[in-house]
């Protein structure tokens, strides 16, 4: 089982990032997909997930209106689009599968930073 983040980067205030999570190695389409973030010193905390089928979505409050999960089950892939970026979204992003099982990537750096 893999999941493996990528699109993370140094990107100035109000700027835009793409994450990306590749899956492999189980049903990805059976799963719900989730991204997370954990910033030094904090708590790694919920940003967005979404349903098996994509029908379902929910997004974290200080990343409403700015953050937009979305996944393509026929590439096994989950992406987080983020918009107007602010230093406090500074932190390791970490994608994870939850259904019968539970997995973790290894996460990617988002650096929010003028």
């Known amino acids: 089982v893999q999941l493996v983040e990528s699109g993370g980067g140094l990107v100035q205030p109000g700027g835009s990032l793409r994450l990306s999570c590749a899956a492999s190695?189980?049903?990805?389409?059976?799963?719900?997909m989730m991204w997370y973030r954990q910033a030094p010193g904090k708590e790694r905390e919920l940003v967005a997930n979404?349903?098996?089928?994509?029908?379902?979505?929910n997004v974290a409050d200080p990343v409403k209106g700015r953050f937009t999960i979305s996944r393509d089950n026929a590439k096994n892939t989950v992406y987080l689009q983020m918009n107007s970026l602010k230093p406090e979204d500074t932190a390791v992003y970490y994608c994870?599968?939850?259904?019968?099982?539970?997995?973790w990537g290894q996460g990617t750096q988002v650096t929010v930073s003028s």
């Open positions: 994870r599968a939850r259904g019968v099982r539970s997995y």
């Open positions: 979404i349903g098996s089928s994509g029908g379902t979505i």
């Open positions: 190695g189980f049903t990805f389409s059976s799963y719900t």
